[in-house]
C-alpha cells in the first residue's frame, strides 16, 4: 500500500513544488501545475512559458484541472483523519453530489450550480446503498464456498476411487505375476523333462545307428576281401554267402529315419496353451 500511495503521489505531484498538487491549472502544453507556483514563476521569469517544457502559454488565466484537483483531494482525505482541514483549511461540512466528494464552505463556490447535501447524510445514503451490494457479495461468496467444498468432495471422492482401484490393479497384478512365476518353473522343468526324453531316444537312436554302421564295415570289409581273391573258385564258392550278407545290410539301412527336431522348438504352442488355459481357471486374464 506504501509503494502504491508513494507512485500516485509522484503523479499528482506539482513539478515545480513536488508537493500535492493546491489549486492545479492545466497549460495549453497540457502540463498541470500549482496555479500559486505558475504564478510565481510567471513572475520571477517574466514570461508566460511553461515551466517544464518551456512552452508560451496561450492563456493568461489557466482553468482549474478539476480531475487532477480532485484527485489530489482524495489522496489528501484518505492520508488525513476524518474532519480534517482541506485544501482550504476549513473542515469538510458538505458532500458535493454531482462531483461525488467532499468539499469545504469556500469549495462551494467552485462548484456552481450543483447540490450539496450534508456529510452526515451523504453517509448514510451511500452506507445504504453499499449494504445490497454487500450482500449480493456475500451471497456469491456463500455459492462459491458452496461449490468449492463439492469439488472438495468431489476431489476427495475420485482420490478414494483411484486410491481403491491401484490396490485392485497390484493385487491383480501380484497374483498374475505369482501364477507366471510359478508356471515359468512348472513349464520350464517339464521343458527340460522333454529335452531329456528326447535326448535319451536320439542316444538309443544312436547306439542302434552305431551298431549298424559297425556291421557295415565289417561287411565292407570281408566284400574287398572277396573281391580281391583271385581265384576264381574261391570267389564263387562264397559268392553266394558274401551277397547274402550284403542283402541283409540293405535291409537294415531302412531303419533310418529323418533328422530329428532341434530342442530349441520343442512343444511351444502346447506351452501357451497350457499356460492360458491355467489363466482362465484361475479367473486371470492377460489383456
Known sequence: MAAHFSLLEEDLSCPVCCEICREPVILSCSHSLCRACLEECWSKGGTQDCPICRRRSSRDQPP?????????????????????????????????????????????????????????????????????????????????????????KMAAHIRVQTQRAERQIMEEFEKLHCFL???????????????????????????????????????????????????????????????????????????????PHRPDGINRNSIQNHTEEKLEINGLHIT
Open 181 to 259: 512365476r510359478d508356471e515359468e518353473v512348472e513349464r520350464l522343468a517339464a521343458l527340460k523333462e522333454e529335452e531329456e526324453e528326447k535326448n535319451k531316444r536320439i542316444k538309443e537312436r544312436v547306439d542302434e545307428m552305431s551298431e549298424i554302421m559297425s556291421s557295415l564295415s565289417d561287411t565292407i570289409r570281408a566284400v574287398e576281401e572277396k573281391l580281391a581273391v583271385d581265384d576264381d573258385v574261391s570267389f564263387l564258392q562264397s559268392y553266394k554267402t558274401t551277397m547274402e550278407r550284403t542283402q541283409s545290410v540293405s535291409i537294415l539301412s531302412s531303419l533310418l529315419s529323418p533328422r
Open 64 to 152: 482549474l484541472n478539476l480531475a487532477l484537483r480532485h484527485a489530489c483531494e482524495t489522496l489528501l482525505r484518505e492520508r488525513e483523519p476524518k474532519d480534517t482541514p482541506g485544501l482550504h483549511s476549513e473542515k469538510l461540512q458538505l458532500f458535493c453530489l454531482e462531483d461525488e466528494c467532499l468539499v469545504c464552505v469556500e469549495c462551494v463556490l467552485e462548484h456552481a450550480d450543483h447540490n450539496f447535501c450534508s456529510v452526515g447524510k451523504a453517509a448514510g445514503q451511500r452506507r445504504e446503498g453499499l449494504r445490497p451490494q454487500l450482500k449480493a457479495l456475500q451471497e456469491k461468496m456463500a455459492a462459491f464456498s458452496k461449490a468449492q467444498l463439492i469439488c472438495d
